[in-house]
């Protein structure tokens, strides 16, 4: 029990920085998915091309291998390292993280899109609204209702998934938990810790996802 004591500051300082890149994750994923979810839809059959091959590459993939391609691949055969610097490595864990979670907020972004009737695009172009009106002011906001349980959901898994992110020495929970652990010796106390931590965000996430979807169920009846 002393070793988790004397853990918890470095520990509760690498949540910190697990919710960070959690957080910054998650944005650039719903920017990603929102845009890849308009190519899928879109009418010209090559972005729909672009959108298949990128949303395939990386749920087809372990994320595992995406960091350590876009980290030490890519900086093999571009300059990478000298156009970031010392940020390389931040900006290869985001671009990571962001793009194999993009490729799942994307099917969700679709998914809530099309389950909208298509009663409700008719009724906007009926007004003489255009297509862009239609979607923006009818279809993502009844669209936007059906999507956010899975957003969160993916949301959690994105939380869960910033602890590869420790295999390039991004200073999260698993990295200072494996420093820590190297030093005491401790390996059970230290995980436990870490998975425990990892609870204490994640569970009240997947709660409010099963009580936004219960809720929503009873706003459609």
């Known amino acids: 029990m002393q070793v988790i004591l004397d853990a918890m500051p470095q520990l509760l300082k690498a949540l910190l920085g697990t919710i960070e890149f959690s957080v910054v994750g ?13 190519f899928k839809l879109s ?33 093999n055969v571009l300059p990478l390292n000298h156009w970031f610097g010392d940020s390389y490595v931040w900006v290869a864990a985001a671009a990571s993280l962001a793009l194999n979670e993009g490729s799942y907020m994307s099917e969700i972004i679709r998914g809530g899109i099309v389950s909208i009737d298509r009663g409700q695009k008719e009724a906007g172009h009926s007004i003489g609204m255009t297509g ?27 939380i869960k998934d910033t602890s590869l992110l420790a295999i390039v020495g991004i ?6 938990g494996q ?28 709660r409010a996802a099963a009580l936004l979807e219960r809720r929503l169920q009873v706003d459609k009846r």
Do not use: W
């Open 26 to 38: 998650i944005i650039l994923a719903i920017i990603i998915g929102l845009i890849t979810a308009f």
């Open 43 to 75: 009418r010209f059959i090559v972005l729909r091309a672009v959108a298949n091959v990128y949303i395939e590459l990386f749920r087809c993939t372990p994320l595992f291998i995406q960091i350590m391609f876009i980290y030490f691949g890519l900086a």
């Open 132 to 158: 862009f009106q239609t979607m923006v002011h009818i279809v993502l906001p009844q669209a936007f209702k059906r999507m956010i349980p899975p957003l969160v959901n993916q949301s959690a898994q994105t």
């Open 171 to 176: 200073g999260e929970l698993i990295y200072n």
């Open 179 to 206: 420093i820590i652990v190297s030093n005491t010796f401790k390996a059970f106390d230290i995980y436990g810790a870490i998975g425990l931590l990892y609870f204490i965000i994640i569970f009240p996430l997947t």
